[in-house]
Every structure is written in C-alpha cells, then in structure tokens.
C-alpha cells in the first residue's frame, strides 16, 4: 500500500513538473518571438534612417545644384550688363530705364526665390522632426507594455516558485520518516546506490562538456559581435570624413567664384578708365578746335578792318553763325557732363546691388553650415546611443554566461540536483537548447530515484 502511494505521489509530483515544463517552453517561446519582434523593429529603424540619410543627401545635391543655377545665371548677368553698358552710350536715356528695369525685376525674382527656398526648408525640417517624434512614442509605449508583460511572468514564476518549494520540503519530510523505517533496507542498496552515484557523475561529466563547448560558441559569436561593431564605427568614421572634405571643396569653390567677381569688378572698372580716357581725348580735340578758330577769327578781324561794308556785313553774318556754333557745343558738353553723372550713380546703385546679394549669399550659406552642424550632431546622438545599446546587450550576455557556470561543481546527491534544477529553472531562465538538456537529465534522476524507493 505504501509502495503504491508512493508510486501514485511520484506520479504526480512528475506530472506537475512536466506541466512545468511545458509552461517554461511555452514561456521560452514568447521570449524567443519577442525577440523576434525586436529584431524586425532594429531593421525597420535602420531602414528609416537610411531612408532620411539619402534624403538629406538628395536635398544637399538639389541646393548645390540651385547654386550652381544661380551662378551661371549671375553670371549670364554680368555679361548682359556689359554688352548694355556699351550700347548704352548709343541709345543715351531709353537704354537707361531698360536696364534700371530689367535690374529691379531680376532682383525681386531672386529674393522671392531664396524666400521660397528658406521656406520649403523650414517645413521639411518641421516635418521630419514631427515624424521622429512620433516614431519616439511609439516607441517608448511598446517598450512599457514589453516591461509590463515582463514583470507579470516574473510575479507567476515566482509564485510558482514558492509552491514548489512548498512540495519539495513535504517530500524531505516524509522522505525523512522513510528513511528512518528502512535505514536496514538501505544497507543492502548502498552498493547500487554507489554504481548510480558513478553513472550520475558520468553523465555530470558529459554536461559539463557540453556547457564548455556551449560556452566557447557564444565567445565566439560575442566576437563577431565586436568585429561587426568595430566595422560599423569604422564606416560612421569614414562617412563623417568624407563630408568635411565635400565642405572644403565646396569653400574652394566659393572662394573660386568669389575671384571671378572680383576679376569682372576689376574689367569693369578698366573698361570705366577707357571711357573717361577717351572723353578727354574728345576735350583735348574740342581745345584744338577752339584755337583754331580763335585764330580764324583773329585773321578775319584783320580782313575785316581791310574790307569794305560788303566785308562788314559778311563779318556780321560770320559772328552770328559762330555763335551758333558755340552754343551747340556748349549743348553738346552739357549732354555729356549729363550723362556722365547718370553713368556714375547708376555704377554705384550696381555697386551696392551686388553688395546686397553678396550678402545674401553668404547669410545663405552660414545657414546651409548650421544645419549641417545641427545634423551632425544627432548623427553623433544616435551613434552613441546605438553603441550604448550594443554595451548593454553584452553585459547581458556576460551575465547569463556567469549565470550558466552553477553546474561546474555539482558533485552533490539526488536532491541537490533537483533543487538547483528547479532554481536555474525558475530564477535564472536560460537558453532553449541549454533548458533542454537539463531538464532531460533532472528528469532521469527522478525515474531513478522512484525505480529505487
């Protein structure tokens, strides 16, 4: 009857510890598709920011190629303005307003252009910062229901883990009474006992192997995980240089254009020393021109006191058409004096114009080098906290390899491997493959202990 109680009891007891058993693997594989879960949205974040890092590199390609338009247009500029310079000598006023207009309307153009273009930018920034935000929620909520469901398992294993405890210290105390009873019956079995304890510390040994070569296996996959951090460093570093030497080539290039400008200032400026050179050309032959007819009229005088009447009456006449002549020149220099003047303060309206976009160009440009600060520096952000995270993920597995290392030692009775069975079952909840080859071998040492009670 004792036997059969006995037998009844031990089936129990293994019917709940397969029942347990079969809840951890249910357990494990939640754990497992979780990770899984993780994993896919690791991959779904990288995706993300490799789709705004081509973005970003297609938004700097579209502003440099905007620059480089405006250039050539700046440019094509210039070249319009000289050829209206020359004409304008010929076509004296209507030239004159022509190019005033075509100026104002080229310069309201631009400033709507670059107006437009700070706008744009501004609601591209507005919008990729919103998008991370709410990536940032949804992320920091999936994060707590994961913590929630975790601390809910770890409250049912514990329970779990007092019940049993409960049972296995019923068990030694009536194991206790038995042992008490048969104490002669076990004389007999000492030596069976002694060939168990043998065949026990074999199979102790063949774990112990395998833990070792479990444990190398994971050395070695947490140095392919250093190799591939190592790499990923590497990559980000190489990135980062390549963009600062983009930024020097594009200052060279700056300072390029800015010479040019500097050389057409300087042509035009030559081309403004040839005109005034000329025009005093025009008033040293306008001079000779005056003394020669100083002269004619000094010898027409002497004729004159020489003619008749005749003579004076055509003296008269010669009077009147020289003074005529003098005031057309004196038109004549007053139209040039005049245009002189309008040449000058439109020279210097150019002058201040061009100023004003240089200006602007470079208030550009210092806004085009502080984004990019702006974007390196969460480039930096992210880059440390994905290295954080890779930190964290290797002291846990540190952990749980320092965890695995309980079995080394394990040299103890039946019981001592059951409960530090139920302990590395409840407690520390290792691998799959690892949970499986212990349970299997906790369970051989029960079968055997019933076989022999």
């Not at 209206?84 to 207009?101: C, G, H, I, L, S």
Request: include cysteine.
């Amino acid at each position: 009857m004792e036997r059969e109680k006995q037998e009844q009891q031990m089936k129990i007891l293994m019917d709940r510890v397969r029942e347990r058993e079969e809840e951890m693997k249910k357990l494990e594989e939640e754990n497992e598709r979780m990770k899984m879960m993780m994993k896919e949205e690791r991959q779904h974040q990288d995706k993300e920011k490799k789709k705004r890092e081509e973005e970003f590199n297609e938004r700097e390609e579209q502003h440099k190629r905007e620059m480089k338009e405006h250039e050539e247009q700046m440019r094509n500029e210039m070249k319009k303005e000289r050829e209206m310079f020359k004409d304008e000598m010929r076509q004296e006023k209507e030239t004159v307003k022509k190019e005033k207009e075509n100026l104002h309307v080229e310069i309201d153009r631009l400033m709507n252009r670059i107006e437009n273009e700070r706008q744009h930018h501004e609601m591209e920034r507005k919008r990729r910062e919103e998008e991370f935000n709410e990536r940032e929620k949804r992320y920091q909520t999936l994060m707590k229901e994961k913590e929630e469901s975790e601390e809910e398992l770890i409250k049912k294993h514990e329970e779990e883990k007092e019940r049993m405890k409960m049972m296995m210290e019923e068990e030694r105390h009536n194991q206790d009474k038995e042992r008490k009873r048969r104490e002669e019956k076990l004389t007999r079995e000492i030596t069976e006992h002694e060939k168990h304890q043998r065949e026990i510390q074999d199979e102790m040994r063949r774990e112990r192997e395998t833990f070792r070569h479990e444990i190398e296996q994971m050395r070695q996959e947490k140095e392919k995980l250093k190799i591939k951090y190592e790499t990923e460093i590497d990559r980000l570093m190489n990135r980062i240089e390549n963009e600062r030497k983009k930024r020097e080539e594009e200052y060279i290039e700056r300072e390029k254009r800015y010479k040019t400008i500097i050389k057409e200032k300087e042509e035009k400026e030559r081309e403004i020393s040839e005109m005034k050179r000329e025009r005093e050309e025009l008033e040293k032959q306008n001079l000779e021109e005056r003394m020669i007819r100083e002269e004619d009229k000094k010898r027409r005088e002497r004729e004159k006191q020489i003619g008749d009447e005749q003579i004076q009456i055509m003296k008269s006449e010669m009077e009147g058409i020289i003074r005529e002549k003098e005031r057309i020149e004196r038109d004549r220099q007053e139209q040039i004096e005049n245009l002189e003047k309008r040449l000058k303060e439109e020279r210097i309206m150019r002058e201040d114009q061009q100023k004003t976009l240089e200006e602007k160009l470079k208030l550009l440009e210092e806004q085009h080098e502080d984004e990019l600060k702006r974007r390196q520096m969460e480039w930096r952000e992210e880059y440390e906290r994905e290295k954080d995270e890779m930190k964290k993920k290797i002291c846990s597995e540190t952990n749980q390899l320092s965890i695995h290392q309980f079995s080394k030692n394990s040299s103890e009775s039946h019981e001592q491997i059951l409960e530090s069975y139920i302990q590395f079952v409840f407690l520390e909840r290792p691998t799959m493959h690892f949970t499986d080859f212990h349970e299997g071998s906790a369970l051989d040492a029960v079968s055997d202990k019933k076989n022999r009670s």
